[in-house]
């Protein structure tokens, strides 16, 4: 099983910035893709940012140009920079991973519990 855990997340005024982490633990054989989700009160989950472990990445278009997605393979670790910060961007944060503990596994999908970010106005 892979478990991830983030850190990072807090209360930021609004234009600030926010540096989250997510590491994976655990039985892992390979993680492909990492990434960000983010789900506020009273509204879906929805996409921030992923990246393959070739260091591919995609943003929802509301994210490009003020966070950015890094990854460190070595340490099956994956950041967030949070840059230029709005109270829209409040919500929790999870981290998601796709891998498998086992060469003959499937892909399978894992979550973090996630990270609260608040930005006040």
């Known amino acids: 099983q892979v478990q991830l855990v983030e850190s990072g997340g807090g209360l930021v005024q609004a234009g600030g910035s926010l540096r989250l982490s997510c590491a994976a633990s655990?039985?892992?054989?390979?993680?492909?893709?990492m990434g960000w989700y983010r789900q506020a009160p009273g509204k879906q989950r929805e996409l921030v940012a992923t990246i393959t472990s070739g260091g591919s990445t995609n943003y929802a278009d509301s994210m490009k140009g003020r966070f950015t997605i890094g990854r460190d393979n070595a340490k099956n670790t994956v950041y967030l920079q949070m840059n230029s910060l709005k109270p829209e961007d409040t919500a929790v944060y999870y981290c998601?991973?796709?891998?498998?503990?086992?060469?003959?596994?499937?892909?399978?999908?894992?979550w973090g519990l996630g990270t609260q970010v608040t930005v006040s106005s």
């Open positions: 655990g039985i892992i054989f390979s993680i492909n893709v």
């Open positions: 998601n991973a796709e891998g498998k503990s086992a060469w003959y596994e499937r892909q399978r999908e894992y």
